[in-house]
């Protein structure tokens, strides 16, 4: 899938106050803002961190509703809506057979560490960092075919599962893999019961990059990266088949699309192919 970006301008207010936002308004998209520094910016009921240069960011949810309402409030006090269309997508449904009952029917004991797991990832992605990296370029954190798309349905054993909200990359285990964009390791665990060795980098405002089924963390909470920096290696890991990266981002609590932020695929065709990669 190929990333691109939409460029509006509103006009808004008698004081002739300027809205711009730059990225793609569809399921699954993340959107940079800018309004005049000392705004007040809302999406429907949220309120949305502003820096003090008037930029922010936003995204929308795979089943994003086709209309949002963006509020705007000027230094002045006096506030303007703007009705933002989502564009729908479609998503594809995948079977996969051959899942380990033993992950598909968790004992107790697994449940009590699947909700360990689960409280430390929403601590890890409840941050909200003053940083900006999100407002950079990101990159493809590994180069290889890719075996999976944000939005897909799996159907495993028979069974529909939750949405994948990540795309994966195939790759042998042990591969480097580097940092998606700048940003601050807010979570680096060797092994979950779902995504196995896992990696959260907060690129600021609520954005983050999740690094799933690693084989090796490289990292620790607390560490700053920049691109280039290998922060791990590639695994199967967790609930995994074969070895790859599932790379996931959210803003806040909403699952964007990877794939909307970085150029198609390195020496590989932009479009997913059939793989092992969950």
Same mark, same amino acid.
């Given at each position: %899938?190929k990333?691109f970006?939409?460029?509006?301008?509103?006009?808004?207010?008698?004081?002739?106050?300027?809205?711009?936002?730059?990225?793609?308004?569809?399921q699954?998209g %993340? /959107? $940079?803002?800018?309004?005049?520094?000392?705004?007040?910016?809302?999406?429907?009921?949220?309120?949305?961190?502003?820096?003090?240069?008037?930029?922010?960011?936003?995204? @929308?949810?795979r089943?994003?509703?086709?209309?949002?309402?963006?509020?705007?409030?000027?230094?002045?006090?006096?506030?303007?809506?703007?009705?933002?269309?989502?564009?729908?997508r479609?998503y594809? $449904?995948?079977?996969v057979n051959?899942?380990?009952?033993?992950?598909?029917n968790?004992?107790?004991?697994?449940?009590?560490?699947?909700r360990?797991?689960?409280?430390?990832?929403?601590?890890?992605?409840?941050?909200?960092?003053?940083?900006?990296?999100?407002?950079?370029? @990101?990159?493809?954190?590994?180069?290889?075919?890719?075996?999976?798309?944000?939005?897909s349905?799996?159907?495993?054993?028979?069974?529909?599962s939750?949405p994948?909200?990540?795309v994966d990359?195939?790759a042998?285990?042990g591969?480097?893999?580097?940092?998606?964009?700048?940003?601050?390791?807010?979570?680096?665990?060797?092994? %979950?019961?779902?995504?196995?060795?896992?990696? $959260?980098?907060?690129?600021?405002?609520?954005?983050?990059?999740?690094? %799933?089924?690693?084989?090796?963390?490289?990292v620790?909470?607390?560490?700053?990266v920049?691109?280039?920096?290998? /922060?791990?290696?590639?695994?199967?890991?967790?609930?995994?088949?074969?070895?790859?990266?599932?790379?996931?981002?959210?803003?806040?609590?909403?699952?964007?699309d990877?794939?909307l932020?970085?150029?198609?695929m390195p020496?590989?065709?932009?479009?997913?192919?059939?793989?092992?990669?969950?």
């Amino acid at each position: %899938m190929k990333a691109f970006n939409i460029l509006m301008l509103f006009i808004l207010c008698a004081s002739v106050q300027a809205l711009e936002l730059n990225g793609p308004l569809q399921q699954g998209g %993340m /959107v $940079i803002g800018k309004v005049s520094p000392g705004s007040q910016v809302r999406l429907d009921d949220e309120i949305l961190m502003v820096s003090e240069e008037g930029t922010f960011v936003l995204g @929308f949810d795979r089943d994003a509703a086709v209309t949002s309402t963006l509020t705007v409030t000027s230094p002045d006090g006096k506030a303007t809506e703007q009705v933002l269309q989502i564009q729908p997508r479609e998503y594809r $449904i995948q079977r996969v057979n051959g899942i380990a009952q033993s992950i598909m029917n968790p004992t107790q004991e697994d449940l009590k560490r699947i909700r360990k797991d689960s409280a430390e990832v929403r601590g890890a992605r409840a941050k909200r960092l003053g940083r900006m990296d999100f407002a950079g370029e @990101f990159q493809w954190p590994l180069v290889g075919p890719i075996t999976g798309v944000y939005g897909s349905q799996r159907v495993y054993n028979g069974k529909p599962s939750r949405p994948h909200y990540g795309v994966d990359v195939a790759a042998p285990t042990g591969t480097p893999l580097t940092t998606p964009a700048p940003g601050v390791v807010t979570l680096a665990h060797p092994d %979950m019961f779902y995504s196995g060795g896992t990696l $959260i980098i907060d690129h600021g405002h609520g954005v983050s990059s999740t690094l %799933m089924h690693l084989s090796k963390v490289l990292v620790k909470v607390g560490d700053e990266v920049t691109p280039g920096d290998i /922060v791990a290696e590639v695994g199967a890991s967790g609930r995994a088949t074969g070895p790859h990266l599932d790379w996931r981002m959210n803003w806040r609590n909403t699952r964007i699309d990877p794939q909307l932020l970085v150029p198609p695929m390195p020496s590989h065709k932009a479009e997913a192919a059939k793989g092992d990669g969950l």
